[in-house]
Every structure is written in structure tokens, then in C-alpha cells.
């Protein structure tokens, strides 16, 4: 039963990867006016169209999705969003869907990638978290982001979590920025992607229902950043252990 398992998942998971590669192909025609938008116009544009396309490839997936708390938002200035990481699933679902454009930051490694690379890219802050020049410079343009009105996504972990613990550790920058600038951090909580697309069996699909679950809003004044990751940590890692299915 368990080889059994294990063989549809593997053909769940190929089926996503050419369903994902087949709407990039049609989908990325509409991602050129990115190279001409100035922002924030480029930001929302893009995010309208990874809405489009991660919607489509979801259904056609097998993979559901629901977001809970978006009235977070209502009426909140732009604000540092800080999401949990626990899949490849995680980043094509979160930052098309949250309520407001934003951009997100990015490992630069996938910017190599041919034609995704390119609309990845367009999305992003981009970041080597081996070279200390490549954080200062996306540190600044995270500064940047949040004076054009938008959203700045951060996944404070930095890469998926691996571990069983329901959060790894948390860098530092979100909070910092945070601070910095003076603006909210709202946490969001994404639950059930490790189950649906784990890192172990590489290359295994379980279809199902994907939840983004966003959370009341906190602000930075009268805090340090250290204080400020704390009280986000300590927030999201008790959220997810009571709502979390995996």
C-alpha cells in the first residue's frame, strides 16, 4: 500500500511540475509589461497575473486554497508581511494571494532559471545570503518597496523548514525593517504545504486544501527588533500548532 502511495505521488508531482511549466508558457506573454511598468503599477500588474496563473495551475493540480483574515488589512498602511516556510508550494500561493500587492523576497539562485527566472524576477527582491554586500543591497531595496506603498513579504526563516519543530529560527531583517520604517508587521501562517508537497519523498504531490490563515496586525513602536521577532515567533508557532493538520 505504501509503494502504492508513493507511485501516485510521484505521478501526482510530475503531472503538477508539467502543468506549472505548460501555464508559465502561456502565461508569461502577459508578464511583458513588467519590463516597461514603473512602480508600483509593475508590482500589482504582476501580482494580477500570478493570480491568473497560480489559480489555473492550482486547479489543475488538484490543489485547493482558502484565505482566512484578509480584513487584517482593511484600513492598515502598508506593512512588513512575514509568512512561515515549509514548502516549494509556500511562495507561488502567498504572495499572489494576499490581499494587497507586494513583493517578496527571493533566492537569486532561481533567477537563473530560463523564462521563470525572468518573471520571478519581476516580483521580487532578490538576495545572496552568502554574500553580505547582496543583503545589504536588499535590505535597501526592501526600504524601497515600503515607500511605494506596497507590501514587503519576508519568510523569516529564510529556507523551508526541515525540521519538526513548527518554526526554525527567525533572521533578524524582517523585524529590523520593521522597526526601521516605522511599519506593522502582520504574520501569516500558510498550513498543510508540507503534508501536500514535503520535502521527503522529493518529488511527491498529495492534493488537498492549502490555507493562508492571516493574522491580527502587530506594531514596532516602543520595541526593539529582537523583541518585536520574539513576540511574532512565539504568535506564529502557537498558531500553527493548534490549527495545522500535517
Not at 519590463?35 to 489543475?60: C, N, V
Not at 507586494?102 to 537569486?108: C, D, E, L, P, Y
Not at 526554525?168 to 498550513?191: E, T
Request: include cysteine; hydrophobic fraction near 45%; proline fraction near 7%.
Amino acid at each position: 500500500m505504501k509503494l502504492i502511495k508513493n507511485i501516485i505521488g510521484r505521478i501526482l508531482a510530475f503531472w503538477a511540475l508539467l502543468m506549472f511549466a505548460i501555464t508559465m508558457f502561456i502565461f508569461m506573454w502577459f508578464y511583458i509589461p513588467c519590463a516597461f511598468l514603473p512602480e508600483p503599477h509593475k508590482t500589482r500588474w504582476h501580482r494580477i497575473m500570478s493570480q491568473f496563473w497560480m489559480g489555473l495551475f492550482m486547479i489543475l493540480s488538484g490543489i485547493r486554497f482558502s484565505v482566512k483574515g484578509k480584513e487584517v488589512f482593511d484600513g492598515l498602511e502598508n506593512a512588513v508581511v512575514v509568512c512561515n516556510h515549509n514548502s516549494l508550494l509556500d511562495i507561488p500561493v502567498s504572495f499572489p494571494f494576499l490581499p494587497r500587492a507586494n513583493k517578496t523576497i527571493a533566492k537569486k539562485s532561481f533567477s537563473y532559471i530560463p523564462i521563470f527566472g525572468w518573471i520571478y524576477t519581476s516580483g521580487t527582491v532578490l538576495v545572496d545570503r552568502k554574500n553580505n554586500k547582496s543583503r545589504q543591497e536588499s535590505y535597501e531595496k526592501m526600504k524601497h518597496v515600503l515607500t511605494h506603498g506596497l507590501d514587503m513579504l519576508i519568510y523569516p526563516e529564510g529556507t523551508r523548514n526541515k525540521t519538526t519543530a513548527p518554526l526554525k529560527s527567525f533572521y533578524d531583517g524582517a523585524f529590523k525593517l520593521s522597526v526601521d520604517a516605522k511599519k506593522p508587521i502582520v504574520p501569516v501562517v500558510l498550513l498543510n504545504t508540507k503534508r501536500m508537497l514535503p520535502v521527503s519523498p522529493s518529488m511527491y504531490l498529495k492534493p488537498g486544501k492549502i490555507e493562508m490563515h492571516i493574522l491580527p496586525a502587530i506594531f514596532p513602536q516602543e520595541k526593539t527588533s529582537d523583541e518585536l521577532k520574539k513576540e511574532v515567533f512565539d504568535i506564529m508557532g502557537v498558531y500553527y500548532l493548534a490549527n495545522n493538520k500535517d
